[in-house]
């Protein structure tokens, strides 16, 4: 299949004076990944991990410190006056003018990048009002204003960043159904995030980033096998540590009256030696995005 | 690009009203004070000429060469010596600190990015939306005087307010160039403002200093004031080459050196 966007080795150091030194950052530190066409890509880090960086050179906001980004076969750099009437970038702290309003903002990118056809669509389908100004808009508003901009020209594809942020649930699942119908159409998405549940639910493959270096790149269902899952046990007798200590316990915690165990993958064995006891409570919830992290980054 | 334009002229029009109607209606005032000053001419005259000669200094006039025998004279020392000079510094140096630095502080800078249009067109949509305020600034606050002469009966010349609005648009022109020139290495509009603002004030102050200390009388050259000479434009109708291209040449090479800045510099809001 088609590579949309290769990157490779990607570099980007931030210093005072613009010149790499020892005490230059290192936002993104060497990455390289690829995206196939008509994929979902996740980018999923913590915050301060190199997503929002790594977006930006693909948009060519800022220019890497070494390395190189092809989206479509050009280059990201040379060539991002043309790639950008093919993308759909939304940021992801939507920021536009005050004074305009919803119908402003969407006349003048008609006016760079030619008529929309969905322009209205969209407006219809978030129930948007285009007649406010951009500061009497409500937070989840002016993200449908940034998704509007974003998908209104049909781009090939789109690019963003933390795209349901602020949104209510409702929202949520109407981005994820327009993510669904744009891939139907074999659209390329990228997207970046550090909520896992929403990563798994939109995303084919996800690149997992740490400190600027790519320690991850798997698909979601080998994401899934690596879940982790936190178990409080509390019982109404005694109880042996030792009975689990098995594969796949991770860590085992001890509370006054019970554990707390941390559990990567399967939990039937778990549930079975449960079995055996006289339980006072129970307690299963799913790990945090950290634990997840942890679980790659133990070993980089 | 002519979106472009278009939106940033309309982003900025109240500031734009605000200061061209602020001049006209100074430029009102000194109209409507002329007939009297002028009906008491000789005694002013007299009170002008005692005065200490460092008080025209001070102002960049000579004295010699004023008289209220001359509308284009009382309006040269009253308004065009200080007041319009500072209008034009803040309209351009504000209009251009918000062009980019401006937009990279609100965080707007990337929605123009992620357009199809290149960072050298916005640029000079930036530019040239700068230009055409100057130009309605110059012409609202200089031309207002054909109608308003005609109200008090005023006598002018209007080739000598022609020649002083060319002045005021070459000094407006090289402010606002390098006002383009800090909007584009800074990311911080304040930080644009304050290094231009700065830098004309030390200019304004080297020129008052070169004109009261004669070992330091070369210094006049470094600075903008003493290039903007209203009495020549206004009571001479001239203006001296070397100050049209020195305006010209600031303003080529801050523009210059703006646009490459923008073009190769890391954009994160």
């Known amino acids: 299949m088609t590579n949309i966007i290769e990157v490779t080795d990607l570099k980007k150091y931030f210093s005072s004076l613009g010149v790499r ?52 076969g050009e280059d990201a750099y040379h060539d991002s006056v043309s790639l950008k009437q093919r993308i759909g970038y939304l940021p992801g702290n939507v920021q536009l003018y005050d004074k305009w309003t919803g119908q402003e903002h969407i006349n003048f990118v008609e006016s760079l990048m030619g008529k929309s056809k969905y322009a209205k ?44 942020i602020g949104l209510d649930p409702l929202l949520q699942n109407e981005i994820y159904e327009i993510f669904d119908e744009l891939q139907n159409k074999g659209h390329t998405i990228f997207v970046s995030s550090h909520n896992l549940p929403e990563v798994e639910r939109i995303c084919d493959r996800v690149g997992i980033i740490r400190e600027g270096k790519l320690v991850a790149i798997e698909s979601v269902g080998k994401l899934g096998e690596k879940r982790l899952r ?57 790990a945090t995005l950290e634990d997840v992290f942890l679980e790659f980054y133990k070993g980089q | 690009m002519l979106s472009l334009i278009w939106r940033t002229i309309k982003d900025r029009k109240i500031s734009l009203i605000a200061y061209s109607l602020g001049s006209a209606v100074f430029l009102w005032m000194y109209v409507a004070m002329f007939p009297m000053f002028a009906e008491k001419q000789a005694e002013f005259d007299k009170l002008f000429k005692a005065y200490p000669k460092e008080v025209f200094q001070a102002i960049g006039m000579d004295p010699a060469q004023f008289t209220l025998s001359r ?32 937009e990279i502080e609100k965080g707007t800078i990337e929605t123009i990015l992620a357009q199809p249009i290149s960072r050298l067109k916005i640029y000079f949509s930036k530019y040239m939306a700068g230009i055409i305020n100057i130009v309605v600034f110059i012409i609202v606050s200089v031309f207002t005087v054909v109608p308003l002469a005609a109200l008090h009966d005023v006598k002018y010349d209007l080739k000598n307010f022609a020649v002083m609005a060319v002045l005021g648009f070459l000094f407006a022109l090289a402010i606002f160039s390098l006002s383009m020139l800090a909007t584009s290495i800074f990311s911080e509009k304040g930080k644009a403002n304050f290094s231009v603002g700065g830098l004309i004030l030390l200019m304004y102050v080297i020129n008052v200093i070169s004109d009261f200390k004669e070992s330091l009388k070369d210094i006049r050259y470094a600075s903008f004031f003493h290039y903007y000479d209203f009495t020549k434009a206004m009571l001479d109708a001239k203006i001296d080459n070397l100050s049209i291209w020195v305006f010209l040449g600031v303003s080529v090479v801050a523009t210059v050196l703006g646009a490459i800045w923008f073009m190769r510099r890391d954009i994160a809001v």
């Open chain 1, 230 to 286: 936190r178990i409080v046990v509390r019982f109404e007798d005694r109880y042996e540590k030792d009975d689990f200590k098995f594969d796949g316990v991770e860590r085992i915690e001890e509370l006054s009256d019970g554990l707390i165990l941390t559990v990567r993958g399967d939990i039937n064995p778990i549930v079975n030696k449960l079995a055996g006891y006289k339980l006072h409570d129970l307690e299963v919830s799913h």
């Open chain 1, 121 to 164: 669509d969209m407006i219809k389908r978030f129930s948007f009002d285009p007649r406010k100004k951009f500061k009497q808009y409500s937070s989840g508003n002016k993200q449908k204003l940034g998704l509007i901009l974003a998908l209104m020209n049909d781009p090939e594809l789109i690019v963003m960043d933390e795209p349901t």
């Open chain 1, 21 to 72: 030194n020892r005490e230059s950052i290192k936002a993104v530190d060497g990455i390289s990944f690829e995206v196939k066409k008509g994929e979902v890509f996740g980018f999923l880090g913590p915050n301060g991990a190199g997503k929002t960086t790594t977006i930006r050179c693909m948009m060519d906001f800022i220019r890497p410190s070494a390395g190189g980004i092809k989206i479509f």
């Open chain 2, 71 to 102: 509308f284009e004279s009382f309006v040269a020392v009253e308004h065009f010596s200080l007041v319009w000079p500072i209008l034009v510094i803040i309209l351009v140096i504000a209009f251009g600190g918000a062009m980019i630095a401006g």
